[in-house]
């Protein structure tokens, strides 16, 4: 890196949500000076970087004159123009993660032939062009359909149980796998810096919002078996390391009943499943993917205490300006750091923010965060 992260360096963000604006409060610890652009003009970050470009992700030339007069380019999301990114690269821009990974990534067609060609465990599974190709599958009923781009947080996802399913089934070009009885679902944040050091979080659970189907609910450390812990965290260095990614990634798991872990999905960025770390890690997801791109020393992972998020989802039936019930008493908990994101509008299901309560016993920990789960509310 020509220019020290303290000083003069310019690093852009593509995106201005959350996880732009946890990504700067890290950065500003670091005296990191931070460019964001984001479709939205009320995005949670526009007042709190140096410069914030209103304009398209997936344009060219808005991405391309953003990030050319950068001497760094991150994501906190993958929908973006990675033409931009790869002529960014060539005039010299650091982008992190590649520009390559993340064409990979947008792609979850290509995630899985990735999975494959690399002998990583995932669920069987089969490219579909369109609707039609589904009543000739070779995936027996149930199965999940999954576009192959944008689909995110729950979106872009079918389950397929029977044939009549089929009729209203994704059109666009999409995978179907095989429908997983698995017993638990986890995640393990990796990093990797230019240098090739790899590091690991410890592994956590998660709980769905079943109509919704985004993280609702997760809990750091898992209490699983070690054995269970430790294939699961060599199987997120051996993807990082195959990827060769500067960056974070997220590896999403399911546990099956019979003890095998297969790969579900990846993010190469911070990720809902590590916000816990900001308070339950010596070192934040925000503050390590820092660390991977600027090429430092990975941080210490491991946790300080138990550590429960539950995020902050808009309520069914709520559309408009938010307003937040229950926060003096989720306040008045102890144990409880509160985390809103910023957005102006809520929506049902929408995230807006996140509850971490750490505790030195995980039952207490997991009962309070059920009790908060319960308190606050997002409506209009």
Request: with cysteine; glycine share 8%; net charge negative.
């Amino acid at each position: 890196m020509a220019k020290d992260f303290y000083g003069e360096l310019q690093l852009g963000i593509l995106g201005g949500g959350q996880l732009g604006r946890m990504l700067i409060q890290e950065a500003i610890n670091f005296n990191v000076n931070i460019h964001i652009l984001d479709p939205d003009k009320n995005a949670p970050c526009r007042n709190l970087c140096n410069r914030f470009v209103h304009g398209a992700l997936n344009d060219f030339d808005t991405v391309y004159a953003f990030g050319k007069g950068l001497d760094m380019v991150t994501i906190e999301i993958e929908k973006v123009n990675v033409d931009a990114l790869e002529k960014l690269e060539e005039d010299g821009v650091l982008v992190y993660p590649q520009s390559r990974i993340i064409r990979l990534i947008q792609d979850k067609g290509l995630q899985k032939q990735f999975f494959k060609q690399n002998d990583i465990p995932t669920a069987p599974f089969q490219l579909i062009s369109s609707k039609e190709n589904l009543a000739n599958a070779a995936i027996p009923l149930p199965y999940i359909q999954k576009l192959r781009r944008d689909g995110y947080d729950g979106k872009g996802v079918k389950k397929i149980i029977n044939e009549s399913d089929i009729q209203s089934a994704f059109e666009a070009p999409s995978l179907i796998e095989q429908w997983i009885d698995f017993e638990k679902e986890l995640a393990i944040i990796v990093s990797r810096n230019d240098n090739g050091e790899v590091a690991t979080f410890p592994c956590v659970e998660m709980e769905f919002n079943p109509e919704a189907n985004l993280v609702e609910f997760l809990i750091s450390p898992s209490t699983l078996p070690f054995e269970i812990q430790q294939r699961a965290e060599l199987l997120a260095k051996k993807i990082a390391e195959d990827l060769q990614i500067v960056g974070l990634l997220a590896v999403e798991l399911f546990l099956t009943r019979d003890g095998q872990l297969l790969v579900n999905e990846l993010a190469p960025r911070p990720h809902n499943s590590g916000h816990q770390s900001i308070e339950g890690n010596f070192t934040s997801q925000f503050a390590q993917h820092l660390r991977a791109i600027f090429n430092l020393p990975a941080g210490n992972t491991a946790t300080r205490t138990n550590a429960v998020m539950v995020n902050l989802l808009g309520e069914a039936g709520h559309d408009g300006l938010a307003r937040y019930e229950g926060i003096e008493e989720v306040l008045a908990m102890e144990g409880v750091y509160l985390h809103l994101y910023g957005k102006k509008y809520t929506k049902p299901f929408r995230k807006m923010g996140h509850v971490c309560i750490v505790n030195e016993d995980r039952e207490v920990a997991i009962n309070t965060a059920r009790e908060v789960q319960q308190t606050i509310k997002v409506i209009t």
